[in-house]
Nanobody, 126 residues
Framework: QVQLVESGGGLVQAGGSLKLSCAAS????????MGWFRQRPGKEREVVSA???????FHADSVKGRFTISRDNAKNTVYLQMNSLKPEDTAVYYC????????????????????WGQGTQVTVSS
């Protein structure tokens, strides 16, 4: 099991930026595909962005062009750079890890992930 701790959430005005970080420990980080998910009030958890072990990325249509996922295996950390934030981006953001043997595979469903962080709140005011 890998332990995940998110940070970087907060309150920002519409149009602003935030950078989320997710620090991993307990296992070899480079063996895991990673993802960022969010859960808005009253809604199901949804994928935001995902990254394979080799650095291939996926972004949901709702955030494409505004959010960027990246990873630093030397620091055991995955990031989510969020620009041009909108009020509808308000949610609790979670990072997740999926053990992966393929190196190139991207996982976009919450059911594909075994390990989750505790979440960090992002609030975008209009």
């Amino acid at each position: 099991q890998v332990q995940l701790v998110e940070s970087g959430g907060g309150l920002v005005q519409a149009g602003g930026s935030l950078k989320l970080s997710c620090a991993a420990s307990g296992r070899t980080f480079s063996n895991y595909a990673m993802g960022w998910f969010r859960q808005r009030p009253g809604k199901e958890r949804e994928v935001v962005s995902a990254i394979s072990r080799s650095g291939n990325t996926f972004h949901a249509d709702s955030v494409k062009g505004r959010f960027t996922i990246s990873r630093d295996n030397a620091k055991n950390t995955v990031y989510l750079q969020m620009n041009s934030l909108k009020p509808e981006d308000t949610a609790v953001y979670y990072c997740a890890a999926a053990f992966d043997m393929s190196a190139t595979r991207i996982y976009s469903s919450p059911n594909q992930y075994n390990d989750w962080g505790q979440g960090t709140q992002v609030t975008v005011s209009s």
